[in-house]
């Protein structure tokens, strides 16, 4: 794969202008046919398609669904893991002017019934038997697209290779596709509900799209090289930030996707691989360096201290402070000596991993760049397309996320909520008129979160306007700031702050792996050092993991705070009495 060439139209070149997202996909595939696109582990061998192999098979996808009574407008939820079917159905699914519905493939039947009661689709497309079984029993449903065999009582069913079964030159359908406007609906996207039942984001063609403008220009200032780049997905394609920047954009700019075969198999598939660029969530960033702590902390004295010197060189060097001969030497040294070891991890080619999707601790974000690793934190959220702002590669401020993308107004108001207005913005909220007029007010969205901007234009978020704790004594009190810094401890895998009308606040504390509840409570006490009186914690007590299973996590792991809430209400009671 490497002796591809940069084509135009990659970053560094910019982006055409393209009205819509299909017409996006079939031009690319005009340009590059033959040109490597997407890989997935199947049948015990990773198997590739090529971008005319895409077109093709997305242009048969469309005329079928057409032909089975799919019409504009018509929403058509999917659920499937990450694989090459799912940008061909989504692709063909814009192509006829019908709404794609992503969706998560750990919600439940009950998940399933709400998202199709609440945004009305009728047809569903879905990867496995296990996922279809459930669809099927949170129907009404008028047809049920099925990747594997399936059954299910009066329904109807197509199996997906009758769908892709005849794949002429799918020129008529890019042709029509072309004529989409920019401000049509391009998919719904529904929230992943940390805070209550999820709701429908309208995102329109426009605004994934500026979105990819706006991304273009970061990876427009990576250094150049000559070969293609190849990026892992392994991030949901039902959450809108690797909907967006895992799918549409990096698709757009000639990068091969190449698709995880898990979660639990992520550290083989690196070096497997060997991506050049990655996007992440926080929570997988913590746990890599939770995990490579642990080994490092089993290694002789010697060795630990090789490593944090490493770090510290490393970030000496990445904040332009080069030094004398002597501290170049070392630099390059504690290189070949550590960080390079440590990066292999990695696959040894990775440029560039892009954090999102929640708050990364500042001490994480410091941890990765002393090991030399160019790491960008952004900011976003779904009501925006979802990319808000971002860090450039050589102008990272860690503790920041970034400026705004090119396109975007950003300002703070009175009240210290983050606005937004630009291209990047949604529609609305699906059958939600008065929450779409409160979301959005002359053109502005009120993102719901709390942030400043310094003096470079750099934006600093605070906290989500709605998790702000308010103990009984009038203040107000960030659980967010609070919870990075305990997170930050190896001694702490996961926490949630809580204390809302009480007069203290309370943690609920998952222990790091092999630490107990001593060593957590030191935990706890070392960075209630760091706090003011008001932000201590007053009480704590370890609780088992959040994970997705039990529900208090979402697909891209993020706590849902009320469902901890709920769920510990009993212990909550006692430890704050």
């Known amino acids: 794969m490497d002796s591809y060439q940069l084509l135009p139209g990659l970053p560094g070149q910019g982006l055409p202008q393209w009205p819509n ?33 895409f077109a093709r098979q997305a242009a048969s996808a469309a005329r079928a669904l057409r032909a089975a009574g799919v019409a504009p407008g018509d929403r058509v939820m999917i659920v499937s893991e990450n694989r090459p079917e799912y940008p061909i159905v989504e692709t063909a699914l814009m192509a006829i002017r019908a709404v794609p519905v992503p969706t998560y493939t750990t919600n439940t039947v009950a998940d399933h019934a709400h998202i199709l009661r609440d945004s009305g689709a009728r047809v569903a497309v879905v990867a496995t038997a296990a996922l279809a079984g459930r669809v099927a029993m949170a129907g009404p449903l008028d047809l049920l697209v099925t990747m594997e065999p399936f059954s299910y009582p009066d329904l109807a069913i197509a199996p997906w290779q009758a769908l892709i079964a005849h794949a002429p030159d799918p020129g008529d359908v890019a042709a029509e596709a072309a004529m989409i406007s920019p401000d049509a609906l391009a998919c719904l996207i529904y929230t992943s509900g940390t805070g209550g039942a999820p709701k429908g984001v309208m995102l329109p063609h426009r605004a994934i799209l500026a979105n990819c403008r706006g991304a273009a220009d970061l990876l427009a200032a990576l250094p150049r090289h000559r070969h293609q780049e190849v990026y892992l997905s392994f991030l949901p394609l039902s959450h809108s930030y690797e909907h967006t920047a895992g799918q549409f954009f990096l698709l757009g700019c000639g990068a091969e996707v190449v698709y995880a075969r898990g979660v639990e198999t992520l550290a083989a598939d690196m070096l497997t691989v060997r991506p050049t660029i990655m996007t992440m969530v926080p929570r997988v960033l913590e746990v890599i360096r939770a995990r490579i702590l642990a080994q490092v902390g089993r290694e002789p004295t010697w060795r630990r201290w090789l490593f944090d010197r490493a770090i510290a060189v490393g970030l000496r060097r990445a904040e332009g402070g080069a030094g004398s001969l002597a501290a170049r030497l070392e630099d390059h040294l504690l290189e070949r000596l550590v960080r390079r070891k440590v990066r292999a991890r990695f696959g040894g080619r990775l440029r560039a991993a892009i954090s999102g999707g929640a708050r990364l601790e500042p001490e994480v974000g410091r941890f990765f760049i002393g090991l030399g690793l160019t790491l960008l934190q952004g900011y976003g959220q779904t009501e925006a397309g979802p990319v808000v702002s971002a860090n450039a590669p050589g102008a990272t401020r860690i503790e920041t996320v970034g400026r705004p993308l090119a396109g975007v107004e950003l300002r703070i108001a009175e009240d210290g909520e983050i606005l937004v207005r630009g291209d990047l913005v949604m529609l609305g909220y699906w059958g939600r008129p008065e929450e779409t007029a409160a979301a959005i007010r002359d053109g502005w969205l009120h993102t719901g979160d709390i942030g400043e901007l310094d003096a470079d234009g750099y934006l600093r978020i605070t906290d989500r306007k709605k998790d702000m704790i308010v103990l009984s004594g009038g203040e107000n009190v960030s659980p967010a700031r609070i919870e990075g810094l305990l997170i930050a401890e190896p001694e702490i895998a996961q926490a949630v702050v809580l204390g809302e009308g009480r007069s203290a606040l309370t943690a609920l504390v998952v222990p790091a792996e092999g630490c107990d509840e001593m060593a957590v409570a030191t935990a706890v006490s070392n960075v209630n050092k760091r706090l003011s009186v008001t932000e201590r914690i007053r009480r704590h007590a370890t609780v088992a993991p959040f994970t997705i299973d039990n529900g208090m996590l979402t697909a891209t792991q993020k706590v849902r705070r009320h469902v901890v809430t709920l769920e510990h209400a009993e212990l909550l009671g006692r430890i704050a009495a």
């Open 21 to 53: 997202l299909p017409a996006m996909m079939f031009d690319r595939a005009r340009t590059w046919p033959e040109r490597p696109m997407l890989r997935v582990w199947r049948d015990g061998a990773w198997r590739g398609f090529t971008w005319d192999m």
